[in-house]
């Protein structure tokens, strides 16, 4: 099984990480998978800014990471926003084996469960760029795999069988 990543877009809090760790969890462990969760990512880079340059640099720099470990032959399993298709396309590019998932989940729902008070903040003001409030998110136009959420049973088998798939090529 060579390399391939597997990008998971949504709203903040619509579950990208939850199903990202939980196909890492069901996949065999070689070659093995990593999971790029954008948080962390942020944190270990040091980028803080959301303006759109900001963001037009983060996300290129998580799509070249996802490159590199699939170049490597592991699974890269993106969980990050990435609210511009364009975002999510330079990973798309590289020629790797690619697989988008939707995780879609109401802006309601996401705001309802929300860990770190994003939805509450941006409606105070104080997060003024936040994707599905007070920012644009460009949900995929044909994403390989639509999740409704992160415990999607349905989405987390498919996800499997097309990596497997687009893996063995």
């Known amino acids: 099984m060579s390399g391939a990543i597997v990008w998971f877009t949504g709203l903040p809090a619509s579950g990208k990480t939850t199903l990202a760790h939980r196909v890492r969890a069901a996949l065999p462990p070689v ?3 990593l999971v790029l969760d954008s948080d962390e990512l942020r944190a270990a880079l ?3 800014g959301f303006a759109d340059d900001d963001r037009d640099r983060f996300y290129a720099i998580v799509a070249r990471l996802a490159v590199m470990v699939a170049h490597q032959g592991l699974i890269a399993l993106v969980a990050a926003t990435a609210p511009r298709r ?3 396309d330079a990973a798309r590019a590289s020629g790797a084996p690619f697989v988008e998932v ?3 989940t109401s802006a309601e729902e996401c705001a309802r469960r929300d860990p770190k008070g994003l939805y509450a903040a941006a409606r105070r003001g104080d997060v003024p760029a936040l994707p599905g409030v007070g920012a644009a998110y460009e949900p995929p136009a044909s994403p390989d795999v639509i999740a409704d959420g992160g415990e ?13 798939r687009r ?3």
């Open 167 to 169: 893996a063995d090529h």
């Open 86 to 88: 364009a975002h999510r």
């Open 31 to 33: 070659p093995g998978a």
């Open 102 to 104: 939707w995780v879609r």
């Open 46 to 48: 040091g980028e803080r």
């Open 152 to 164: 999607d049973e349905r989405a987390l088998a498919a996800i499997l069988e097309l990596v497997a």
